[in-house]
């Protein structure tokens, strides 16, 4: 006891956890300003690794001096000292030489003209971010203008083929980040920033093309022309990343870059309000783009890009409202019909076109229309995601892979394209892969309703009912209903299969389909219902719940021919009338 009083004694008396607790806060400091300075400056990685080394060494380092020396009077250098603090020296160096340069490869040194490697073998390409450029106008309402400056600017640059393209939604979380960080995070070999700043007869957009592993400018320009003149910029600015990265451009692409698609500015205004609530993809926002883009085609009815963007938004529409798609879908058509009539090169309608009919047109031609969109329009990110959900319910699960790939190379920030990276797994059936995906995304956003909702589909599909009695309380929480509601599911789905089995389950996990309610997302709709149903030994109840989804145009009916939750019903001669009824080509293999 006594000892234990007189280390502390001398540990207060030398003032060994005051100059601790000191170092500790200035190193901390010295170390966050380090990191602002590096990413700003694009420092060298080292540079952050060394300091960090030498920090850790320091304190230690710092406790060592603080006891030979903090005490007053006790000044003397003595041996012991001078081999603790040699010995730190050498760690610190030992430290720096092994996670300096060596520390694992720096994504940002290599080649600056060609992205990353990609890990599923894809070729590599030079890659670009185009940050959402800052407004300087003073007026924050002024924003939507700088973003959608970004956004048309990105439009253009995906029409080059051989150039990685990060959509807009993956790259507005980054504004204001450095170019550094930026690369990093989304794995690009280059960063386009930019400014713009309104008056009322002139814009001027400063632009600065940046490779961030040296941190050099590759290049920048500003231009300060009258307002109308906002599209020849945008496609002097395309023009001039394409030179820099030395990416070909097609005549027929320079032609649809150089064209000024409308001479009205208030409607080009209005459709760059109305992508920008498209982005925000909720329901109020996706109506207000409709309204949007609504006006524009008013003021100009042979804006073809506006038409585009509106058949989109009416694509989608029944997704994030209570919209059916008997109502949405004849108004987005006949806008994407108008837009190809005026233009046949808008991506967007041909892709919107073969979204919208995937269920009603021969599968060769709703094929044609994704495939001539993204000739178009190599870097479309929402086309190859709309491509590939088509290639699933035609059983084509590897390409399906491909497109879902290549999607989340665009758009790395997507959650909903992340998690449908498992579609093709689950719907061949192979749940374990298809839950790795989703897993995936639930490490790092534990509250993504969508990947429960997958996750509870698969491992209760895939026979593993504990932990999807688990998923269930988990999404429908997320789906809105109270926490209890959640416990109560839960318990009701493990009780059941502790006291029956498998068919215990399916039969609560049919009685709480009332109660849980129907909906346009995977495992509230008609369709799984009925596999729910057979599963529950109720086979009668599934074909009338299929016949039912038949007359509503279940949009999930499109799934008929590979959808795991139909499995039981395979065997049964009824579902050959579905099929045929559905309207589904029949698969065929590839």
């Known amino acids: 006891m006594n000892d234990a009083r007189s280390w502390v004694d001398r540990l207060r008396d030398r003032k060994v956890v005051q100059w601790t607790l000191l170092y500790v806060a200035g190193a901390w400091l010295v170390l966050e300003v380090t990191d602002f300075l590096s990413g700003t400056f694009s420092w060298p990685a080292i540079v952050v690794r060394s300091l960090t080394v030498l920090a850790a060494v320091g304190l230690a380092a710092t406790i060592v001096v603080a006891w030979f020396h903090g005490e007053r009077g006790n000044q003397r250098v003595t041996p012991l000292e001078v081999v603790v603090l040699a010995a730190l020296g050498a760690v610190a160096v030992a430290g720096v030489a092994i996670l300096g340069p060596g520390a694992g490869p720096d994504p940002l040194s290599a080649d600056p003209e060609a992205a990353a ?19 300087l106008s003073g007026d924050p309402e002024d924003d939507y203008f700088g973003l959608g400056i970004t956004e048309e600017i990105i439009a253009h640059l995906a029409r080059l083929d051989g150039l990685l393209v990060i959509a807009r939604s993956s790259v507005v979380p980054f504004a204001g980040q450095s170019p550094r960080v930026v690369a990093r995070e989304l794995g690009v070999s280059h960063v386009l920033t930019g400014t713009v700043q309104r008056s009322a007869q002139r814009v001027k957009v400063t632009t600065a093309l940046v490779d961030p592993a040296s941190g050099a400018q590759v ?57 920008e609530a498209w982005n925000r993809r909720t329901g109020p926002e996706v109506s207000r783009a409709i309204e949007l883009l609504e ?22 529409l029944p997704a994030y409202t209570q919209a059916s798609r008997a109502a949405a879908y004849p108004r987005g058509l006949a806008a994407a019909e108008r837009a190809l009539a005026l233009d046949s090169t808008v991506a967007e309608a041909h892709s919107a076109r073969g979204y919208m009919r995937m269920g009603d ?30 290639l699933i319910g035609r059983g084509r699960f590897d390409e399906a892979r491909d497109r879902l790939r290549e999607a989340a190379r665009l758009d790395p920030r997507s959650l909903v394209i992340a998690t449908e990276l498992g579609w093709p797994d689950y719907f061949a059936g192979r749940f374990r892969d298809a839950l790795a995906a989703f897993q995936a995304v639930l490490r790092e956003h534990p509250d993504f309703e969508l990947a429960w909702e997958l996750t509870w ?19 429908v929480v997320l789906k809105g209903q109270p926490p209890q509601v959640g416990a109560e599911i839960e318990a009701d789905l493990l009780a059941a299969f502790e006291r029956d089995g498998a068919v215990g389950y399916w039969t609560e996990r049919m009685a709480w389909l009332d109660r849980l309610g129907s909906g346009s997302t995977f495992l509230t709709t008609a369709v799984y219902a009925a596999g729910i149903q057979a599963r529950a030994g109720d086979v009668d109840a599934a074909f009338r719940t299929l016949d039912r989804a038949l007359e509503e145009g279940d949009p999930f009916l499109f799934f008929v021919h590979v959808d795991p939750a139909l499995d039981p019903l395979r065997a049964d001669p009824r579902i050959t009338s579905i099929l045929d009824r559905s309207g589904f080509e029949p698969l065929r293999s590839h």
């Open 295 to 316: 006006r524009a085609v008013e003021l100009d009815s042979a804006y073809a890009d506006a038409w585009g963007a509106l058949s989109t938004s009416y694509a989608i």
């Open 361 to 390: 047109w021969p599968a060769d031609r709703v094929e044609t229309e994704f495939r001539r969109a993204l000739e178009l329009s190599p870097g479309f990110a929402t086309g190859h995601h709309w491509y590939a959900v088509w």
């Open 457 to 475: 589909g698969a491992l209760e599909l895939s026979g593993a009912y504990r932990e999807a009695a688990e998923a269930a309380r988990e999404t």
């Open 219 to 275: 290049w920048g320009e500003q231009f300060d022309r009258e307002r109308a003149d906002i599209f020849a910029i945008q496609a002097d600015v395309a023009r001039a990343v394409a030179s820099a990265l030395d990416v070909a451009v097609s005549e027929a692409v320079a032609a649809r870059i150089d064209r000024s698609p409308t001479a009205s500015e208030d409607a080009f205004e209005l459709v760059l309000r109305g992508r």
């Open 117 to 135: 490697p990609d890990p599923d073998g894809a070729p590599t390409r030079p890659g670009i971010a185009v940050l959402p450029f800052d407004n």
